[in-house]
């Protein structure tokens, strides 16, 4: 197999010489994949430079020319649809299924942003709601901020940069990213095929590395807007280092579904089972926390299991897997002493709690302790628990007893519960009838507590990538 590379794309240019070298492995069988060339300070001084010299060129470029350049992106994207979903099944472990669901939803990021920049509307105020202003009228407008790092994570590598550079370059804006360092190979191969639909040489702007590179671009005064997807850790030191700039976070979670005692226990089951384990669990707003019903956790246990344990574990490039492996044998690890942990201090394993390799099998937990790390911290792994509650206000209750608040399910028939969970859970969406992994990308995505500040969805991230700015007109006497 021939080797992929990495490279940092900078000022016009992909930049390999004279670099520091990495190389990129595969966390299903360990087979090396790549290689990627690591950014110096100086890559990183001249990116930033690139992308502020670049931001007026960029912001003259008209609406439907950005558009036509987002959709071209789309529709290659499209033609490259097995492709792109092989690299990263190949790179991060994703099961083949998993990864063509990503890239189908990556090429409707960047068409739905595509639609978006022609949607960069203001409005007219009247003066006249005061008695000073009867002789005056403002129009507002969107305008770009300038500059946009976007600083994304390894567990949807392709769907986030979209996320990202979909937004930002559709209002308007010069981009510079850095990708994470697991996963460098795939956000190679997307830069190359904006290029190739005719983005702008200047317009993005790409270095490969680790903190380092991401705390000399966050520190930095020429960056307008900081777009983060990642860790409560690293959003508090980018916050610390940020300034006078605007910080968008979408950061992690530990989401919880109820299921009330009149759920259909086997459509509960059968979506908890499917969105509590894809990518390994690897998803901010995976499946962690189940509140069931006292009264129907037994039966609803038992359909878990079934679901479960019909999961296919394996290569993550055969067409029929339905689970992975982790990011690496460092997560699964950790994942296992979480289980260890669990199990030690009174949850009964219902199954799995294997590990081969980065490979952590489907485990479902019931009853662990409320102050475990499996139900307190985010997983970021394949654990299921299964906690029963009494009465609803109990389940919303202990729901909310967390720091994050990104997304919650709930399973129920009746609608005076649907209508009282919704309204009372702390988090940025509730999927009723649904579990908290079901996302749609033109929806606007984010939390609460210390899952983020801001939303993203092309429309919603596009309103924080750019400025409102108001021109008023006084009518002579």
Known sequence: MQLRKAQPYINGKWIHSNRPTALVKS????????????ATTEDVESALSSAYEAKKE?????????????????MLLENEKETFAKYISQELGKPLKNTLDEVSRSIETLEQSAEEAKRLMGETIPGDASHRGTKAIAMTFRVPVGVVAAITPFNAPLNLICHKIGPAFAAGNSIILKPAPQTPLIATELLKLLLEAGFPERGINMVLGGVEVGQQMVKDDRVNVISFTGGVVASRNICALAGM???LLELGGNAATIVHEDADLKRAAALCAKTGYSNSGQSCISVQRIYVHESVVEPFTQLLKKE????KVGDPLLPDTDVGCLVDEAAARRVMSWIQEAVASGAMLICGGIQRGATVEPTVLLNPPKRSKVVCEEVFGPIVNILPYRTIEEAIA???DSSFGL???LFTNRMDIAYKVAHSLEVGGVVINGTSNFRLDHWPYGGVKNSGI??????YAIEEMTELKMIVFQIPE
């Not at 912001?59 to 950005?66: H, V």
């Not at 479960?308 to 999961?311: A, F, M, Q, R, S």
């Open 58 to 74: 960029i912001a003259s470029i008209p609406a439907y020319e950005r558009s036509k350049i987002l959709k071209k992106a789309a």
């Open 407 to 409: 997304q919650a399910g």
């Open 245 to 247: 700039k605007k910080v």
């Open 398 to 400: 202990e729901a909310n």
């Open 308 to 311: 479960v344990e019909k999961l």
């Open 27 to 38: 966390p299903y069988s360990g087979e090396v994949i790549g290689e990627q060339w690591l």
């Open 454 to 459: 801001g939303r993203e969805g092309p429309r």
